[in-house]
């Protein structure tokens, strides 16, 4: 029966017309993921700012004139004035006196830090929460919550979708996202604020993780390799459209109100996007499995859709019985059942987790570089979609196993290169880091086909969101990475995921190739295909 699947799914994915209707909507959501990620450096471009005295201003005084008498220089710079503290004087003498007597009658004194800030431009998260100074970790916790709501978000949504199905997943967090996107963009409260952007974060890893597998699982062959790479254009194409837009739309509120509002239109998918017919075959549901099916290609209405499987109805009565708790645990569990599943799971982690250290940690030693931030994140753009743009020719000629660990090699070897080129060197570091973002952009692409390949049905989802999940975990201790071990000598960091990058493409080495092989369907259906093995280094 799943075998006469697999040939209507061939020939749905041949129809280019479909394929091409079926990649539009699960890549939408990829660029909702791209600008919400990337918002961020808009959201604190920092505007310059100085310790504020009402008194004065009250007074009628210029900031000019405020700054005169009340903000000393750096120490280490006679031109640059103090942001955080301000000289410890009576200025309601000053006010009542005026600016001339006030210039005359300086006393020496001792600087205290703000107590109230003014700001170049007040319309940013910036000026919003007084994130300077004592509390500028809290401007870092924008972020940091966003990928921390990716990480649970990529942690629970890969069971959802393997027990309750992929477009449920996909439909749940749409509606998270239709909610928390535009919410954040109207909160007033920081705390609030953070919450929604969680909340962003962990819709953005479950709508990307459903329609992923829908795309594997509904597509074949060639196709299937096209399209699971192409989608991932969604990302650079999010980041051009950030930077165009952050360019004429500058009030952080607004910026996100337009940016969150186009999310609505994900209603769309979530009425017309099909469940996969793999999956409801899995889960012994044949009679619907074949009812999708036949929407999709009428001709498949000649197959057998009266019964479902007798066993995995039995099955499913019983995973009923169990409960659902213990169905979420065991598809977690399931990835670890034998010693084949669990290398490849193993591996398939530590590819994750050196794609999100290695990209993380290339974007922080480059932040030196001095740009205009709108064609940075534009330029990024453009470079990442080369990457993935250039993965295309390579998975039609060449493995998925060969291209994941060249991609590896090359993306470590081009992290050691950082180690000859000086930060006096701008051009040469902007260059060596676009092409650092380039490799590790391409790997991250190639290397999510080639997870998805290796899991059978059932588990899919969780294998391929629980990969994503730990990638997530290497971009979040990417800074301190940077700043921990950077602080002893700048290169350490990049040397480090030089050398992971490396010692990560020798074990996918290890892994069968899996191009033009039909996908598993359950555990079981993994003992007629290759397994993990050392001598798999020498086959390609």
């Not at 301000?86 to 309601?92: M, V």
């Not at 994941?404 to 930060?423: D, R």
């Not at 490799?439 to 997870?451: E, G, T």
Request: proline fraction near 4%.
């Amino acid at each position: 029966m799943v075998d006469k699947l697999d040939k209507y799914i061939d020939s749905y994915s041949k129809e280019w017309y479909q394929a091409s209707l079926l990649l539009m909507m699960v890549g939408t959501p990829g660029i909702f993921n791209a600008i919400q990620i990337s918002s961020y450096v808009f959201l604190v471009d920092k505007p310059s700012y100085w310790c504020d005295v009402p008194v004065l201003k009250a007074a009628g005084w210029s900031d000019q004139m405020l700054l005169n008498v009340s903000t000393p220089y750096q120490n280490y710079s006679s031109k640059k004035l103090e942001e955080c503290s301000y000289y410890n004087r009576n200025y309601t003498v000053y006010a009542k006196n005026g600016y001339n007597w006030s210039m005359n009658n300086l006393e020496n004194a001792n600087s205290k830090p703000c107590q109230y800030y003014s700001y170049s431009n007040t319309d940013t998260v910036i000026a919003e929460w007084n994130l300077v100074c004592d509390n500028v970790a809290m401007k870092s916790n924008i972020q940091a919550v966003m990928a921390f709501g990716k990480f649970v978000g990529g942690l629970l949504f890969g069971s959802i979708s393997d027990v309750y199905g992929r477009k449920f997943a996909f439909n749940l967090a749409a509606f998270i996202y239709m909610f928390s996107g535009p919410s954040a963009a109207l909160l007033d409260s920081y705390v609030l604020f953070l919450i929604a952007r969680f909340l962003i974060g962990v819709a953005g890893s479950g709508i990307y993780e459903s329609s992923y597998t829908i795309l594997t699982e509904l597509t074949s062959g060639k196709t299937r390799t096209l399209l699971c790479l192409l989608m991932n254009m969604s990302y650079p194409i999010g980041y051009i459209l950030l930077s165009i837009i952050a360019y004429y739309v500058r009030p952080w509120r607004m910026l996100l109100l337009v940016l969150s509002l186009p999310m609505f239109g994900l209603l769309i998918q979530c009425w017309f996007l099909p469940e996969s017919p793999k999956w409801l075959m899995s889960q012994g549901r044949e009679s619907q499995a074949w009812k999708v099916m036949t929407k999709l290609v009428p001709s498949a209405v000649h197959a057998d859709i009266d019964n479902d499987n007798p066993d995995m109805v039995e099955i499913r009565k019983s995973k009923k019985i169990q409960g659902k708790c213990n169905e979420f645990l065991s598809t977690f569990t399931t990835l670890f059942s034998t010693w084949d599943l669990s290398v490849k799971t193993g591996i398939s982690f530590s590819c994750g987790f050196v794609c999100g250290l290695s990209y993380y940690v290339i974007a922080l030693n480059g932040d030196n570089i001095t740009a205009d931030l709108h064609m940075y994140v534009a330029l990024n753009g453009v470079v990442e979609g080369l990457a993935y743009l250039s993965t295309i020719p390579l998975l039609l000629f060449v493995g998925r196993k060969i291209a994941v660990s060249s991609l590896f090699f090359t993306s470590g070897i081009l992290q050691l290169a950082l180690l000859t080129i000086t930060h006096e060197s701008a051009n040469l570091l902007l260059f060596v880091a676009l092409l650092g973002k380039f490799c590790v952009s391409a790997v991250f692409s190639v290397s999510l086909l080639y997870i998805s390949e290796l899991y059978p049905t059932t588990i899919r989802n969780t294998g391929l969101g629980t990969s994503l999940t730990i990638s997530q975990i290497g971009s979040v201790i990417a800074p301190y990475v940077v700043e921990l071990l950077g602080a002893k000598a700048w290169y350490i960091p990049s040397t480090v995921c030089g050398i992971l990058g490396i010692f990560v493409s020798s074990l996918v080495l290890m892994l069968p190739e899996t191009k033009g092989t039909v996908l598993p369907d359950t555990p079981e259906d993994m003992k007629i295909t290759s397994s993990v093995k050392v001598t798999n280094c020498c086959t390609f």
